[in-house]
């Protein structure tokens, strides 16, 4: 069925976070953009780095609607959310559709955000993941079933693209964290509060950010997170709604046996902190075979309809006033 054009009202992108900083003492060097093009480049100066690109979309059907704050995973960039690796309508599609305005991050060294050439500003050297090691930590199969492209069974990414889904990757850095919640609360900032939607590693951004900034945050949907907050929560984060999103074949890897285990430990802290927590552990509602990346499963228009009906009633919709 071909459905209806998606209006906007207003669509843009804006650059948020990051600092400055200064380089001296590096020697000239001589650059050829091409054969006629010839330049003495200087790398000495004042450089922004660390700042986060977004994407703001705002349906016609907003009505005074909260906006929506996309952070994508690790190794991944706001693309996550757009379309699904076999061309369907992403999870950004469907939230305009319900009258959600949406901000896409790309976060710190991803994307359009950039990265920091400069030798010395970031510790470490950036990790890239190879398609074997993909394959076993989104949960599409176990480690030996790779070559034959052999999914675990009822498996629902789109194995025949799962090629198109690597094209996504990008290296990342782990000690941008920090500067990568700084960077979401900055967006916050800018939005007023929000409803913060978080895949894999942005769980954890997200969660940073919210124990910091309670006031900016309306509600989290955390799907399938891979990191955790050291400090409890904080008292101010009383009566947030918060829902957890996790898939299939958890105990397919020790990671996830682990994870899931300290996903339960910060659910218990957030319900003692007066939060309103939700759990989808999807298996136990009857929806089998889900990856670690919902939104690109072949069930990705099920899951968003649920999630924003849950947004619906567990959240006031609306900015205040």
């Known amino acids: 069925m071909t459905e209806s054009p998606l209006t906007l009202a207003h669509f843009g992108s804006y650059f948020v976070g990051g600092r400055k900083i200064t380089i001296t003492g590096q020697p000239s060097q001589t650059i050829h953009f091409s054969t006629q093009a010839r330049i003495e480049h200087d790398p000495n100066g004042t450089f922004h780095v660390e700042q986060a690109y977004v994407q703001a979309f705002v349906p016609a059907n907003a009505d005074g609607r909260l906006p929506v704050v996309l952070v994508h995973g690790g190794c991944l960039t706001g693309a996550m959310w757009e379309t699904t690796p076999d061309g369907r309508p992403g999870w950004l599609d469907r939230l305009l559709r319900a009258g959600y305005p949406v901000n896409v991050v790309d976060g710190v060294e991803r994307g359009r955000a950039g990265w920091c050439a400069l030798p010395g500003v970031w510790p470490e050297q950036p990790i890239a993941r190879s398609a074997e090691q993909m394959w076993e930590l989104y ?15 009822g498996q629902r990414f789109p194995v025949s693209a799962f090629d198109t889904l690597l094209q996504q990757h990008v290296p990342r850095w782990f000690s941008t964290i920090p500067a990568a919640t700084e960077a979401l609360l900055a967006v916050l900032e800018r939005t007023g509060p929000a409803i913060v939607i978080s895949h894999s590693n942005g769980g954890l951004i997200a969660f940073e950010a919210a124990w910091r900034r309670p006031d900016l945050i309306a509600g989290v949907i955390s799907i399938e997170p ?44 957030l319900c003692q902190a007066g939060a309103s927590v939700t759990h989808w552990h999807l298996p136990e509602r009857g929806i089998t075979g889900n990856s670690h990346l919902p939104m ?26």
């Open 226 to 269: 891979s990191g955790f907050p050291e400090a409890p929560p904080p008292a101010a984060l009383a009566g947030i709604p918060f829902l957890f999103m996790m898939g299939d074949n958890l105990d397919a890897l020790p990671l996830w046996r682990g994870l899931s285990s300290a996903l339960t430990t910060l659910r218990a802290r």
């Open 296 to 321: 690109m499963d072949d069930n990705s228009d099920e899951l968003a309809a649920q999630m924003i009906g849950w947004m619906d009633r567990e959240i006031d919709r609306r900015r205040p006033g």
């Open 139 to 153: 949960r599409i199969g176990d480690a030996q079933g790779y070559a034959e492209r052999r999914p675990f069974a």
